[in-house]
């Protein structure tokens, strides 16, 4: 089983800074990973797949890069409603597996 | 746009068998993976499992010996059956669709059914 470690945890910034999140996969997946954003009390929401490629009606200050084993998740510049937990996902072998999220908070 | 409707008990005893249904709004079941995920409380995202084709399933290690992924094409529907429950399966259960032929990920979601195991 495929296991992703999401950093940081916890990520306190302010509306209009950029937020970096990481994932790294403990074995090579090439591009096999998925962003998700997750609002409190909701399903979560596809943001970018094959590392790089923003899902549709997602908005461009998400972008995704990396490949093999680190991936980066960067809003260039948080929006209000950016504030909630990212998780990232391998779909390069079964079973998926998620990282524990990293979650974006209100400094 | 296809929707996910998911239906079933909100409380479950233990020892006893969770039972959950995920009506697919699309045409056809074709071309997809038919998943459910969970998410205990406080907790991150687990993947459960899977089934697509004409039934065939991929399952969580863990988990495969309780867990039994079903469909119905006929109705447009898939059903996740996880038996011998525990307080330890208490969690929102998310049915989701994953394009077998793009790299596209889980882009539908179901709303998300919060089950608890308890007597």
């Known amino acids: 089983e495929i296991v992703l470690t999401q950093s940081p945890v916890t990520l306190s910034l302010s509306p209009g800074e950029r937020a970096t999140l990481s994932c790294r996969a403990s074995?090579?997946?090439?591009?096999?990973l998925v962003w998700y954003q997750q609002r409190p009390g909701q399903a979560p929401r596809l943001l970018v797949y094959?590392?790089?490629d923003r899902a549709a009606g997602i908005p461009a200050r998400f972008s995704g890069s990396g490949s093999g084993t680190d991936f980066t998740l960067t809003i260039s510049s948080l929006e209000p409603e950016d504030f909630a937990v990212y998780y990232c996902?391998?779909?390069?072998?079964?079973?998926?597996?998620f990282g524990q999220g990293t979650k974006v908070d209100f400094k | 746009q296809v929707r996910l409707q998911q239906s079933g008990p909100g409380l479950v005893k233990p020892s006893e068998t969770l039972s959950l249904t995920c009506s697919v709004s699309s045409r056809s079941m074709s071309g997809y993976y038919w998943t459910w995920v969970r998410q205990a409380p406080g907790e991150g995202l687990e993947w459960i499992g899977r089934?697509?084709?004409?039934?065939?399933?991929n399952y969580k290690p863990s988990l495969e010996s309780r867990v039994t992924i079903s469909m119905d094409t006929s109705k447009k529907q898939f059903s996740l059956n996880l038996a011998t429950v525990t307080a330890a399966d208490t969690a929102v259960y998310y049915c989701?669709?994953?394009?077998?032929?793009?790299?596209?990920?889980?882009?539908?979601w179901g709303q998300g059914i919060a089950v608890t195991v308890s007597s």
């Open positions: 089934i697509y084709d004409r039934g065939t399933t």
């Open positions: 989701a669709r994953e394009a077998i032929y793009s790299a596209i990920g889980m882009d539908v």
């Open positions: 074995q090579r997946i090439d591009t096999a």
């Open positions: 996902q391998q779909r390069n072998t079964w079973p998926r597996t």
């Open positions: 094959d590392a790089s």
